[in-house]
Each structure stands twice: as C-alpha cells, then as structure tokens.
C-alpha cells in the first residue's frame, strides 16, 4: 500500500493550450455546453425533446405538468451542470454563469424538506422513495447531483449546491447503514459510492465516506438485497408477478452477484463496472484498505488482460451493455459506450492515485485519444454511443447483431448518458494530466497545458508544450520565480521504445520507475525539461486468443489508433491487404484534417469487377485479382466526420 | 413457360438403398419416428413435456386438462404423422402403423363439425377463431395437417384422414375467399398455400388450388389484412393497445409488405419465404402463370445470389430468424435455421418441376448433403435448430449475439418445428431424387436406391448404385424386362468439371440441355449407365463483397462441404491456416467415420505459449511462431458427434 498523499490538481490553475485535447475541450466549452443546455431545455426542433430541466422545474412547483423521460433524466442535467462548472472556473463566462446559477436556485429549490431529491420519485411516486433499488437509479442520480454540487463548489467556489447535496447526502447516511431502522441496500447502477467519496474529499465529513465504503461492502452478500426488496415491493402490490425481473435475476449484470471481494472478472454492464470500480479503488486509498486494493488490482488485471478493445474501449456486447468473457472482442459487434471509456478513465485515476504506475495512466491516454475523443464529432453536436472498430453502414439496418450501432454520430438519445458525460470529461481534463503527491507530480499526460502546482506552499509553475501527440518532442519549461526543489516524475508511454530526456540540454540518464522517469532537482525559472518520445508508426497484433484478428493488424503512432475510412480508401475495405514490409508516410492533414498527421502505406486491393450475375461461391481461386492500391490511413477518433462510410482498424496484412 | 407435365414417384415403389442418405433414412425410420413419438407423447422424461398429442386428446373430449404448447404446437403432431405415412409406404410396420391410425382417428374425433381443427382455438378461444391470423399460426396449422392428409393416403392408401383434411379444407373454402362475406386474409406463416397445392393434386379438387391462389394473390395487397384485422380485434377488446405489435408493423418479415408481384428480394423469416415461394412455384405450373413464375425467378435469384450459405442454410440472422441484406453472410452468428433448408428443398423442387434446370437441383442437393443432413445426430436423437458456420463453444453462453446457437444437438425444443420436419424429409427423399416428366425421367440426386417409374403405361425399373458421394462412379442399370423407349435425363453436377458418361460402355456425346445429360434409347433389360463425377477437392472463395469471407478459403469434394473440428484439430481453429499450395490426402474413416472419407492437407497453426500475464496487444510482431500442422477435414454434416468444440467451415489460408 502506497501512502504518498496525493491531491488533485485546482482546475482554477491550469489552463489547456494543446492543438487536439484543448481545441476538443474549447469545443466543448463554446459549443456543446450550450448545445445541450438547449436541448436540455427542449429549446431544439431538431432533438427530441428531454425534459430533463423542466422535469425539475415541476417538481420546484414552478411549472405544471407531467415527468417526461427515463427514471434517471436527472442525471443528465447534473452532469452537464458539472460539465458547466468545470468550464466556468478555467473560463469565465457570465451568460453561462447565470443560466447556471438559476439551475442551482432550481434543483435547490425541488428539494424536498427531508433532502430527498429525484424528480421522478417526487412527482411520479413519493410513497416509492427506495423500494426499487435495484432498477429506479435513484442513488445513481443522487451520485450524479453530489459530483455536481463538489464541482460547482470546487469549480466557482460557490456553496450553493453543495449545501443542497450535502442535505442530500445526510438524508442518505439516515436511510440507509447497517443500523435495524436503516435499509441495507446500494444501487443497482453505482454512482453514488464515488460520489459520497468526492464529496468526503471536499468536506472532509467522515459519514460520507462511511457511507461510500457501506454501499461497497453491502454489495453481493447474502441474504441479498435485491430479492429482499423485490420481495418487499411484491407484497405491497396486486397482483405479484410469477418471476423477478431480470435485473433482479442477473445479479452480475449489477456486479452484485457477489462481494466484491470475490469476484474474479470483470463483469456485467460496463459503466456499472468502472463506476463502482473508481469508487472502490477511491476507497482503497483513502482508508488504506488492502482488501479493497487488491481486488482493484484482481479486477483490473483481468479487464485490461482479457478484455478490453485496443481502442481503450471496454463492453463487447449490446445486450447488457456488458462485457463478454475473456478474448471476446468482435469488431464489428461491439458495445463500446462512450461512457464505459470515460468510466475507465476515471477508474485508472484513481488506480493511478492508489498504486502512482505508469500502466494505468498508459489505459487512461488510450481510451482519452481514442474512443472518447472520438465520441464527439467536429462540430461538437453529433456523439457516438456506441463505437465499434468496424462499421460496414449498409448492412447495420439489415441484421439484428448490430440494432445498437449507428454508422454516424447522434444529435442526442433517448438515454442521454454519453453526450453531458464527454462534456465534463473535456472540460475537467486536467484532473486526469497530473497527479500530485507529496514525494513528486506526476505528469501522466502530455497535453499542453499551463499550470501552478502547490508544493509546500510554493507555486510551482509549469509550461507544457510540444503538439503532442502529432509530434515527438514535449517541452517543460518551469515558468515560477522561487527555487523549489522537487521531483518531476514524467511517465514515459508504453507505446514508445525508446524516449529520452533531457534537462537544460543534458541527458537525463536515470532508470525510470513504474513507468515513470524521476527527476528530482530544485527547480528555477527558464528550466527547460526536453522529452522526446519517437513515435514509430507501430503495427499492433492481437493475442493469439483474440479470434477476430486473426491474420490482421492495428496501426498505432503515439498513443493514436489508425483506421481505414471509406472516404479515403474506398468501399470493401476487407478486400484491402497491407503489404506486411510497407513503409509508412506521415502525411500533413489539410481541410478537415488540418493539424493533423494522415499515414500512408502500400497496400493491395482484390479488385473485382460487380456484375449482377456474379456466382456467390467460386471454385479454384478468388474472383478477382490483386491489385497495387496506396493506403490511407486516419487517427480513429476522426472519423465520421465526412458522412456515411465503411471503417475498419483491424486490417488484413500480407 | 415449360408446358411438359411432371409427376410425383409413387414412394411404394422406390427403395432408398443408399449408405449416406439411406443410412440416415434408416435411423429416422428407426430410431427418430419412434423417439419423436415418445416425446410428442410426453413419455421421455429427459425432455420437457410436448403436450402435442395431449392437446389432440383434450380437444376430442378423451382427456380433462388445458392446453399447452405454443399456438402452432399441433403442427408437430402433423409433420411426425407425414414422417410417419411415407416411412410406412416404404418399410411397412404394424405397431407403427397401428401407432398412426389411433392418431389418425384422434385427429377426426377432435374436428369440429363445421370442418374446423385446430387444438389451440378449440380449447382456448373458440370465439376467437380466425380473428388473428397474423400472429396465430391456424392457417399454417392447418396447412400442415393437410399435407399429413396427402401423406397419409399416399402413403398407405388409407383416406380417412384425407376425408378429414378435405372437410377442414371444404371449411377454408367457404371461410377465405373474394366474396363481401368472406374473410380477404391469409396466414402470416405461409404453409397453407403449399398444403392447398398438394392437396389438389391429390384429389383434382379446383377449389383447392382457387384457394391457394387466393392467398397467395391477396398476399400484401391493400387496404393491408393485417391492419384491417388488428383494428378489428382491438374494437372488441377493452383496453386498446397503443401500438399494432411487431407482426403486423413488419410486414415484410411475414412477406406482406408487398403483393409477391411487386417483390424483388428475399426477406423476412426465412422459413416463411421458402414455404410461400414453395408454393408459388407449384401454382405458377399447375396455372401456367407466368407472372408467378417471374416472381419465382426473382427471387430465387436474389436469395442464391446474394442470401445463401454455401452450406445451402438461408437466413442469417436470429432476429426474426430471418434474411439479412445482400452479402450479409456472418459465419458465426448465422441463423441458418434447418427447417429453412429443408424448405429451401421443397422450393427448389418446384422450380425443379417448373423449369427442368440442374441449377434448382445443385441447390437442393447442396442443402441436402450439408445442412440438412448435419441437423440429425448420428443418434438420431439430437437435432440441431440453429446451423452456424463457426462455432467456438467458449463464447456462445457470454455474448448475446450468440443467444440463439447452440454447440451441440439439442433432445428436443420448445419451439419443436426441425425435428419433425427432418424425419418428413428423410421419409420423403424419394420425391426429390426424381422428376418424371412426360419427356424424360430427370435424374436430380444421386442417391442409391431402386425404383420403378411409369413410363406410358409400362414400369421403368432402375437401380442406382456407386456410394455416391464418396465415390465418383454411379451405376444405373435397367432392371425392367420389356424394352422402354425413353429419356434418362442425368444431373451433371455444377460442381464436376469434368462428368463423363458411358451407356453399356459407349461414351455418351451429347451436349448437356440446362445442367442435364439427355440420353435417348430404348431401355432394355441389363443396360448400364455409368456416370462418372471425378471428385477433386475444390477450394472454394467467395465472391468479393461477401466481408466475412476475405483470406478465407472453405473445401468442398462433390456435394459435401468439409469443416475442421476441434477433435481432430485441437483449439483456436482460428490460428489454423490452410497452405495455398498443399494437396489434400483422402483418408478413409474409421469409427464413427467409418464410410465416410476425411481429408487431411498441410497448414500452419500460430502457436503461442499461454501464460497468464500475456498482454492482449502487440507491438511489430505477432505474439507466437508459424509451425506445420496436418490439417484434418470432416464433412460438415458429421460435426458435433463427439461433444462440445470448435468448429470453422471458412479457414484462413495462406
């Protein structure tokens, strides 16, 4: 057990000046927060309307009518409020501010005077507060209101819905607890076990912590809670049905078919998963609990080991929104929420806080440039929910295997996780680049950025820049006028064979440690730390379990996947080979792509010609013939963005 | 249009004598009827309770209880009876026979006096008959007691169950039909159509054929039966529903989208397309039709050109058991029904009939020999419902997209359509080996059998013999003693380049006619055809934008297509890779195989080392090393005949 303190970087302190991750989260900060806050205000035709705002103003007594949309359409205005809070603090903007401001004022003002709040159960059915758990989300929206409160407070410094969330969240540590009068239940979608941790670190109150680590712990044991409230529900409503429903059954699909310190795989639906799992290794730390680290260390080996997509994308299946089982990963039938990545980020942070290892921010660095990145298109008002590594539009509408894909991003959802998710993921960025502890910071991530560490009281002020991760070279320049003496510990990524180091020009010759390069020095104005990661273009296999690539191969340059679009490569892209000995060109993108390094390769086509008459089986040899055709290659996170098209990673080689 | 008349073979005069398709025959006859009795009976304990013959007894006031089963369930009872009927005419067996005729007058005691059968409505709704034949399954019940009627009397002579099928169908006539009070509906499970068919051609009846050509005529016109009868039903049930259920919005998937005229592709739930088109190519003969013959020449065409499995399965998806789109053929996830095939059979026969055309023949034999032929075990007690074309067994119970496959044949089902259906075919497989015609005796299968055909008056005696398909050479020789002018019509298979013919040792020189070789002489006792089919082993690609099968190769020798299976090739078949230019060594079986000829040829597997902490992505090289591997190929149909393993039909190759 690792006992470095460690903190969170102040996002009033660093601000994000990078060519992709900070034009993405400019994007989100001048187009997507009012996008959504429109359409969470159904002031958008084009967007089935959400309801998700006026659902609170009913419930405030402030307009008349019914609740509209899924049992947790709270949640989505509490994260888009945190998305708000986190882009206030780091960019200031009045308009926003004030819209903010009377959100707070409202969600104050539907609190109920026990400090219950969830608009569903107050307007649909207050005599049913808590008797389904199991299914209503009701402490996963509560989880959702409290990070919002932390993040309004930490973000704008203002009180307000931190006193809301905390009245929340006192009226929970009454309900429930191992005491008789308390029920001895936890949500069926956690939440709120990483929610009450946060808001423990920003208060410092014991009993919110307690509270996290009751739900953790009372997960899966016997007798269970699940069927001891169904039972409850049953015998309070006429007529019983014959069997539980299936959430109630499928104990996994909740991660609570047994303690967690049981479990052996990852399991059951993917942002459940993570979401508990950034909770419990939260806990871990915070109560240097060996039991809860070692089954973070247990769970997340098998996740990264077993099942997760190259694309830092985890949940190779629809039905569940789940993970399969070991070396299932289909391409083309994947899940991939855009939430389990985001999920999986905040998961590795905090294993990254726990264990201070390069590997998890190495996971966190290939979900953030890949499938979140990718989750939001260009003009910041389209996102994918779903992300595949193969995509083939025309057959999507044809076969059922693939009734939750979509070949182009979304407007918006009827389950409207992802959209607000990728919003406070963008713009609370920063949290995820550092981690400071007391023995060094930590530099995870290489997004440019500029920034002012507390070290013993002294700013220690840091320059980040250097175009990553299009270019090989990152430059740390030290911008704080009083010498301080500390270590910079600068990770180097998996993905590169070979970085190097170097200070004020000399070559820095010390053994990295768990993925991280230690350089302690007393630090002044003008230092200039030089990192140079070469990013090879690298082709990528599979393990020889993974079924689907077999006889193909990924292309990684930095932590960016590649893939083959339509636009760009044609249609068929499985009848393109790469040659296994082309060499890659890096191309400077132009238009849409300008800012961004395009590759290129010899490759060859099965060039055919399509005749309406065509047999579909041929004896003796392929129908076609093999013929030279140069191929391009795009980072994944860019596509779909020139309409409709076939895309494919995983790329025949010979 | 063809105008040459087609007959039936009189099973009574036809011996299947045959080591593959006889064999099996065999262990229908033997072992399958009886078994399948048992269960119909609900006297095997090993598989869930049918109810089917329960549900007859019930409805004939013999026994006191409710009915149980899904809403088509007497159509198990019915297939088994036609299984049962043509096995009779060909191995007579009084317990058998005695077995059927109690049946038989179960069947009439439970009809209606009216005409009416139909166990599910006489029990549970007797008000509701004929109120939703979208969903409910009574036309198709019916359809398949009429051709058990047929069957019956063909098979064994007897009519009374044709005077009971005949009353039923008199019913039908005065309740469907273009009159204002007649119900203008048809059945959404396409069957009766086909019944109505045979069920003229059995008595000359014209109403009959009126009939079914009434449904298929009416099908998908508008103003849209289903619509008219859902708003119907909802006017006399309290409360209404918001929305029509699925059945009636898709109409494509029940083939009512359109009028069959207007159709161009072959969609929706297979079985329901074949058993429709079944019919529609037995009217478009009868009615010398030629816009139904179009519509048969359309879509067969669509569906062999771009919808089927080189398996000769159709229907690629679970969802709705049913069509995908153009070149949609997933390996793994396949549908690929049994009953489909075997429907397919009786579509292809019909054109067979309409047009004289070897390509209808190939099909048909290409879903005999392979898909239909592996859906019984060697047992003759486990059936498979559902026929992928890769099966990795690890991985079916985690991901839903395999919900519907099963590793292993199954004792029996809920939804028990195949098993039946299987022992009718195999009953009945006479039927598909010939069509006589006025002009000639088309000889489409060459299955190993003896057989008398009537040709103006006089019998036509022929044996086949050659161990067809293992072997290349098949006999036929003239065993009838007066001297028979007439055309022997010999299949030459698509698969055979190089067929060669002799008769009493004379090559034949003729020009084959649209797949077939005429041969025109006077028959005398003694003469001898000899037919030679060299059977090379074929690799066999598929056509370009067929995306699953890119780098694949699949192996077919004759009609039988080869697959590997676990048991002879260890796991992860997918590392397996078959060698561009390795020969393949045929390899007599032995055991379970014993008959039945292998085929090895040289690979390489990728071996790898398994230990626990592989990462699950590689950089530059593929994780493991090429080494040779004898690769050993089993016919398809003899997969999972020794327990639970991977199986691939479509091997890498390299």
Redesign the interface.
């Known amino acids: 057990m690792n006992d470095r303190n460690v903190a969170e970087v102040d996002l009033h302190n660093l601000q994000v000046s990078d060519p992709l991750i900070g034009q993405c989260q400019q994007l989100v900060r001048e187009v997507a927060i009012p996008y959504q806050w429109e359409v969470l205000n159904d002031r958008n035709p084009e967007v089935i309307p959400s309801h998700a705002v006026e659902n609170f103003r009913l419930a405030a007594g402030r307009a008349r009518g019914e609740f509209h949309g899924t049992v947790f359409q709270d949640s989505d205005v509490a994260k888009w409020l945190e998305a708000a809070a986190w882009s206030l603090c780091q960019a200031p903007n009045p308009e926003l501010e004030k819209a903010v401001d009377e959100l707070v004022e409202l969600i104050a003002a539907a609190q109920s005077g026990d400090g219950y709040l969830n608009t569903y159960f107050i307007l649909n059915a207050p005599q049913e507060r808590w008797t389904n758990l199991t299914e209503c989300h009701e402490l996963y929206c509560a989880g959702h209101l409290i990070e919002a409160g932390v993040a309004f407070f930490q973000g704008t410094g203002k009180r307000r819905l931190l006193e809301v969330v905390c009245r929340l969240a006192d009226h929970l540590c009454t309900v429930f607890g191992p005491e008789c009068d308390q029920l001895h239940g936890y949500d069926g979608h956690p939440e709120i076990e990483l929610a009450l941790a946060r808001l423990y670190e920003a208060t410092k109150e014991q009993r919110y912590l307690t509270l996290a680590n009751y739900f953790v712990e009372q997960r899966g044991t016997e007798p269970h809670f699940y069927d001891i409230e169904y039972e409850k529900r049953q015998q309070s409503c006429v007529p019983k049905s014959d069997a539980a429903p299936w959430m109630v059954k499928n104990k996994a699909y909740s991660q609570a078919q047994l303690p967690l310190s049981e479990q052996r795989t990852a399991t059951g639906h993917a942002v459940r998963f993570v979401y508990l799992m950034t909770a419990v290794a939260h806990l871990a730390r915070l109560r240097q609990n060996e039991q809860q680290r070692q089954t973070c260390l247990r769970l997340w080996q098998n996740m ?3 099942q ?1 997509y ?1 694309t830092g994308a985890i949940g ?5 929104e789940a993970f ?2 070991d070396y ?1 990963l ?1 391409n083309d ?1 994947a899940y991939a929420e855009s939430c389990a990545s985001i999920g999986l980020m905040m998961f590795a942070r905090r294993m990254l806080e726990m264990e201070l290892d390069g590997r998890y921010a190495d996971v966190m660095e290939r979900a953030l440039y890949n499938t979140v990145l990718g989750s939001i298109a260009f003009d910041g008002r389209h996102y994918f929910y779903v992300n595949p590594l193969e995509v ?1 539009p ?2 999507l ?5 693939y ?1 939750h894909v979509s070949p182009v991003r979304r407007r918006w959802f009827g389950c409207a996780c992802c959209p607000p998710n990728i919003a406070r993921l963008f713009t609370s960025i920063g949290h995820y680049i550092y981690t400071p502890s007391t023995d060094a910071l930590y530099v995870n991530l290489y997004v440019g950025n500029r920034v002012a560490i507390s070290v013993d009281g002294h700013a220690l002020r840091l320059l980040i820049s250097g175009s990553y991760p299009w270019r090989d070279q990152v430059e740390i320049a030290v911008e704080s006028a009083p010498p301080i003496a500390h270590t910079l510990a600068l990770r180097l990524p998996e ?1 590169c ?1 070979a970085p190097q180091a170097s200070v004020n020009g000399k070559p820095v010759n010390c053994e990295p440690r768990k993925g991280y390069l230690h350089i302690r020095r007393t630090w002044r104005q003008g230092d200039r730390v030089k990192l140079s990661l070469p990013m090879q273009v ?11 690539l ?2 193909k191969v ?1 292309i ?1 340059r930095g932590p960016l996947i590649y893939c083959l679009e339509e636009a760009d490569n044609g249609t ?1 892209l ?2 393109l ?1 790469l040659n296994a000995d082309s060499r890659f060109s890096l191309i400077e993108g132009t238009g849409l792509f300008s800012g961004k390094i395009l590759l290129e390769a010899g490759g060859t086509r ?1 060039q ?1 010609t ?1 005749y ?13 013939q093999l013929e030279p055709q140069q191929l391009t290659f795009i980072p994944l996170f860019s596509w779909a963005n020139r309409g409709e098209g076939e895309m494919r990673i995983w790329v ?1 080689e ?1």
Do not use: C, F, M
Not at 316 to 320: C, E, I, K, V
């Open positions: 990264v080991q077993r997760i190259i190779s299946q629809g039905a569940g399969s089982s299932d289909p039938t083939h025309k057959t509408r044809s076969n059922g295997i009734n993905w064979s690298r082709r990528v296999y599979g393990h020889p379990q993974l079924r689907n077999a006889g990924a990684q068929e499985h009848n080979w099965l055919h399509h309406e008459e065509a047999a579909l089986y041929h004896y003796d040899k392929v129908p076609g025949n010979r």
